[in-house]
């Protein structure tokens, strides 16, 4: 009997032709659709866009070297390669892989929960574009993430604009009837991800906003009253 697990499933989804149609083209529409019905959109245009003010905000407070999970197309790996920053992207997606390289920046098609390269030693990971939800467990994501930087890296997140906590099952969807995989997703606005960061050893160093998308800036909770 074969078995498949949650990052196989998850990795199916991801690797749908609604999403690689998507990022093929650069447009959408395209959403993550949970068992009710209910359509979160997915914003495929921005992310195939130059950086814009909001992103920047994010660029700004990178240092040493970046890891983005979940890159996407690319923009934010290819903005830090483009000042000649060591910077990787990862991304289950192929297409999403192949049109970062495209932009001019390196990516690998892995997980986050798979081994990475110079695990430990990342100065800065980004989880942007809704990407703490990946793995359906903020929680385990952060924990994993501790992993993941050096002992005195950090972490930079978006999170949700409004007062959320949710995991949730939910399908890649291009709203024509094109649909992938079931898979598991999380939303999480800035409360909620300061409370699962603190409980996987995380301490909010920093919260901001630009143009109504909040970030918070995670330093380990042993490091964080000596980052800067």
Do not use: K
């Not at 000649?84 to 192949?98: T, Y």
């Not at 909620?192 to 909010?204: C, D, F, M, P």
């Amino acid at each position: 009997m074969t078995t498949t697990t949650t990052s196989e499933t998850t990795t199916t989804a991801w690797r749908a032709d609604p999403y690689t149609d998507a990022l093929r083209t650069g447009q959408g529409p395209l959403f993550l659709r949970r068992h009710d019905g209910w359509l979160l959109p997915l914003e495929v245009e921005r992310w195939c866009e130059a950086p814009d003010a909001a992103d920047r905000s994010v660029l700004d407070r990178c240092r040493g070297t970046v890891l983005d999970v979940g890159c996407g197309p690319g923009r934010l790996v290819a903005a830090l390669a483009a000042e000649g920053r060591r910077a990787l992207g990862i991304d289950i997606s192929p297409a999403a892989v192949a049109r970062t390289a495209r932009v001019g920046a390196t990516a690998l098609c892995r997980s986050v929960f798979e081994p990475l390269p110079a695990e430990g030693r990342w100065d800065t990971a980004l989880l942007i574009d809704g990407n703490t939800g990946i793995g359906g467990d903020p929680a385990a994501l952060l924990r994993r993430l501790r992993q993941v930087v050096s002992p005195s890296g950090q972490v930079v997140a978006e999170c949700a604009p409004f007062d959320v906590d949710e995991c949730c099952e939910v399908r890649v969807d291009d709203g024509r009837g094109g649909r992938g995989t079931p898979f598991p997703w999380a939303r999480v606005g800035a409360r909620a991800l300061a409370a699962h960061a603190r409980s996987s050893g995380w301490a909010v160093h920093e919260q901001w906003a630009v143009a109504g998308r909040p970030f918070l800036r995670l330093a380990p909770q042993s490091s964080a009253a000596g980052l800067r």
